[in-house]
């Protein structure tokens, strides 16, 4: 059983130098050096040929990753650095290692697990930054953190994207019919589909507490307007009675006895007081004000 690793898809000459030696289909190479694939297998009777997406936790986008299947052999096609199949490679060192002893099916499976275990980190990353948003949220919602809540909600929207076809993938591996890979496989293989499962219904919950938070940031700023508008017009209530007694003697009437008197100007000013202390009284007694609950 043979593993070739080619990292990086600039090489154009020795993809195809690959591709002669192995006998793969030129549609399998088109797929291999375009890396705008979304997660897939092809069958090609003699070999496999399967997409995957590598996520790795503060990853800003998806690495494609190739596999060609055959019947003692496995060729993985890597865009990015070589940091994916790490694992693998310290695993096949030993020679009592499962990937050395099962065959190539069971290597290719082991290449999988790895790139799908790295979407728990992913995950998990997206967890930690979501909980840290959720506490800023309930101390100071703004703008900022808004717009970094959609930010989050568009990589998971992003990361559910990429593991919802790896369970068609996963499901063509376990029943299709080729003799590529052996029953023996199967095992593991339904280990692999549970992991899928399980990254998918962890997003979900992120999708669902996202979803939350954002309407318990779109009700914190309604409520607060709410609040701004109420105080507002509190005190344009307020100023309504002391706009008409200012209206109404600031009429130019030639006959009005009270703007001769000595004391009519403190008195006004008292009774327009009067009027205000009245009115807050009267709102504090209605709880318009002050809430109940609140501190004042």
């Not at 997660?39 to 040929?49: A, M, V």
């Not at 929207?157 to 376990?174: N, T, Y």
């Not at 890979?181 to 979900?204: F, G, M």
């Not at 006895?257 to 004391?263: K, S, T």
């Amino acid at each position: 059983m043979r593993w070739i690793n080619i990292q990086g898809l600039h090489d154009t000459a020795l993809i195809e130098t690959v591709g002669r030696n192995f006998s793969l289909h030129p549609l399998l190479l088109e797929d291999i050096t375009n890396t705008g694939q979304r997660p897939k297998l092809e069958d090609y009777n003699e070999q496999i040929f399967i997409v995957l997406k590598a996520l790795a936790s503060g990853a800003e986008a998806a690495e494609q990753l190739s596999l060609v299947l055959g019947a003692n052999y496995v060729i993985s096609f890597e865009e990015g650095p070589p940091e994916c199949f790490k694992s693998v490679r310290e695993r096949l060192v030993r020679p009592a290692s499962r990937q050395r002893q099962l065959g190539s099916d069971y290597l290719c499976y082991s290449l999988m697990d790895t790139v799908i275990d790295d979407y728990f980190s992913y995950i998990q990353h997206l967890e930690d930054r979501l909980v840290e948003l959720e506490e800023r949220l309930l101390q100071n919602p703004d703008r900022l953190s808004l717009n970094q809540l959609y930010h989050l909600r568009s990589e998971q929207l992003f990361a559910r994207r990429l593991i919802v076809p790896l369970r068609d993938v996963i499901a063509a591996m376990r029943h299709g019919q080729t003799s590529l890979i052996k029953p023996e496989s199967a095992v593991y293989l339904r280990d692999l589909a549970d992991h899928v499962t399980r990254i998918d219904e962890n997003l979900e919950m992120l999708r669902t507490l996202t979803s939350t938070m954002l309407e318990t940031y779109l009700s914190s700023q309604s409520m607060r307007t709410g609040e701004i508008m109420r105080i507002l017009t509190l005190f344009s209530t307020i100023f309504i009675p002391l706009t008409f007694v200012v209206g109404l003697y600031g009429m130019n009437f030639d006959y009005m006895p009270e703007l001769h008197w000595r004391a009519a100007y403190p008195l006004l000013l008292i009774g327009m007081a009067l009027i205000v202390v009245a009115m807050l009284a009267f709102f504090r007694r209605k709880h318009w004000l002050w809430p109940p609950g609140s501190d004042s």
